[in-house]
């Protein structure tokens, strides 16, 4: 199996040159975005997961797998990036929960960027989506006015898996079919019903010999934690052991595999979290039991990939389709039933005993102990811009791939998707919006023409809530929530410490001098906030 080289990261101003015309393709590929939500790095059975995820699994043997993938930190700012190739605060979402009504903090996606399904739509595609939006609850703001032809949604950031119940307080979740209100239709669960409808939106224009576009935003493992039991039982008893045990084993999988350094050690537990052994036996039966229900959600979602792919290729669309199968975010901490703003509502609403775990009104979350499991070997998880919560699991499949089955060790980002599938597709990016595109096109590694996405002086840049991310090459400068005084960022090198654990600033000083440099201009051109208030979206 062969290895590409460890690329460095995305330029803080680089752009699609307007005048150079991306390369067309014969046959302008489908386009297809797999997005699972909060799925942590190490659970794909092609990673080296116990879970069972055979249809991801075939994706990867015939594509690329992309080992240092990272997304933004959390789900909305992930959706804003991912589908507008550009900043979050440029897209709008600077932060996920609030919006102050300020430049870059909206909480909608803005004119300042045009979106991919708008792009290509207007380039003769199809566009269709089916899943999670979080990206502006307006009827301007909504998929059917961003550029998706059919588009059924869920608005906010989470929903029920089986009803139209909030699991975020008020009443019911609010959801559209092609801009218009509607509801859930009761006892459907998430994950298939949203491949039925991408399945229902292809299918109308089948055979008229236009590409599509399909952007299916699975709400799957989300929390809350429900699913079949004919999905989750099969994975009882294998976390009897705890969340560090399976860290542990997690770490060893990922190494067997090659995706991880044979000397790459654990960095300690987020010191919120309570060893396993200091448990009694009834708490440890019940987090073994959240734990099962993730797996089980894992297993279904993969499940219902499967059928999707299956009925691309009954229809003969299979071999002309681009496949790209990624997670929002790294794995999830959250657990709002028991903290936060929604746990009032939650205790109220529904029923977290451990027989009822899984059904549909339950609100189970498996928290940060096993998020930690998931995001093994990296630091943290999601929410965090350590490695832990930015670092997620990316395949790319599809016509045109002269690399089958090839791990890419160096750094992508999903700031590099959308310039990749306007080339594919032989679209050009408008030169009149003030804001060009951030990413570079990955269309020449996956024709097999390079082996990096990114020279060595590219820079990457992210922030959302004090959370910022400045990346150049193997180093790294981070700060963990506000405020955004420099006197608290760190500087790690990722080279030989993946876990983020030695800080290198009174090393290398010059080096940090640098990024900071970096940081200052980045803050400027997205009027980043030092902290922010305002109403929930």
Request: glycine residues 10%; hydrophobic residues 35%; negative net charge.
């Amino acid at each position: 199996m062969k290895t590409c080289l460890i690329a460095a990261l995305i330029p803080l101003f680089f752009a699609c040159s307007p005048d150079k015309k991306p390369a067309q393709t014969p046959a302008r590929p489908n386009i297809i975005i797999l997005l699972a939500d909060d799925l942590g790095y190490a659970d794909l059975g092609c990673f080296g997961s116990d879970i069972a995820t055979p249809n991801i699994d075939r994706l990867a043997a015939s594509g690329l797998v992309f080992t240092r993938f990272h997304t933004a930190a959390t789900c909305a700012p992930t959706r804003a990036m991912l589908l507008s190739g550009n900043d979050n605060h440029i897209a709008g979402m600077g932060s996920q929960f609030r919006k102050t009504g300020e430049w870059g903090y909206e909480g909608h996606l803005t004119d300042r960027i045009a979106t991919i399904p708008q792009l290509l739509r207007d380039n003769g595609y199809h566009t269709y989506m089916a899943g999670k939006w979080h990206l502006g609850a307006a009827p301007e703001f909504n998929p059917h006015s961003k550029g998706f032809e059919q588009s059924f949604a869920l608005l906010p950031g989470a929903g029920n898996h089986y009803d139209n119940k909030s699991v975020l307080g008020g009443t019911v979740s609010r959801y559209t079919e092609n801009g218009e209100p509607t509801d859930w239709p009761q006892g459907a669960y998430s994950t298939q019903f949203y491949t039925d409808k991408l399945i229902e939106y292809i299918g109308r224009n089948k055979g008229d010999g236009k590409p599509f576009f399909a952007y299916a935003a699975f709400t799957s493992p989300h929390w809350p934690l429900q699913v079949d039991s004919a999905y989750w039982t099969k994975y009882q008893g294998r976390y009897d052991s705890g969340y560090e045990a399976l860290r542990q084993e997690n770490l060893r999988r990922l190494q067997k595999t090659g995706f991880i350094q044979p000397d790459a050690v654990l960095p300690p537990l987020h010191p919120g979290i309570a060893p396993w052994d200091s448990l009694t036996a009834d708490q440890q039966r019940t987090e073994a039991r959240k734990m099962e229900l993730y797996a089980g959600m894992v297993d279904n979602l993969d499940h219902n990939i499967g059928r999707l792919i299956q009925y691309l290729k009954e229809i003969g669309e299979y071999d002309n389709t681009l496949i790209v199968f990624m997670s929002d975010n790294g794995a999830a901490g959250e657990d709002f039933f028991y903290k936060g703003q929604f746990a009032e509502y939650a205790q109220a609403n529904f029923n977290n005993d451990y027989d009822n775990m899984g059904k549909p009104n339950s609100y189970v979350s498996y928290g940060p102990q096993w998020a930690e499991a998931g995001s093994a070997p990296f630091r943290y998880y999601k929410e965090y811009t350590t490695e832990g919560g930015t670092t997620a699991p990316m395949i790319i499949t599809g016509p045109g791939i002269k690399r089958p089955h090839e791990m890419v060790n160096g750094f992508a980002s999903l700031l590099d998707l959308a310039p990749t599938f306007y080339e594919l597709a032989g679209v050009y990016y408008p030169d009149t919006l003030a804001y060009p595109l951030k990413g570079r096109s990955m269309a020449p590694l996956l024709a097999g023409n390079s082996d990096v996405i990114h020279p060595d002086t590219d820079v990457y840049t992210f922030e959302q809530s004090g959370h910022l991310v400045i990346r150049q090459g193997d180093w790294k400068l981070v700060n963990e929530g506000y405020p955004l005084d420099t006197a608290r960022f760190r500087l790690f090198n990722l080279a030989g410490d993946l876990g983020e654990t030695v800080d290198l600033s009174d090393r290398y000083p010059e080096k940090r001098a640098e990024l900071l440099r970096i940081w200052a201009a980045y803050r400027a051109e997205c009027r980043i906030l030092d902290g922010e208030a305002g109403e929930l979206d």
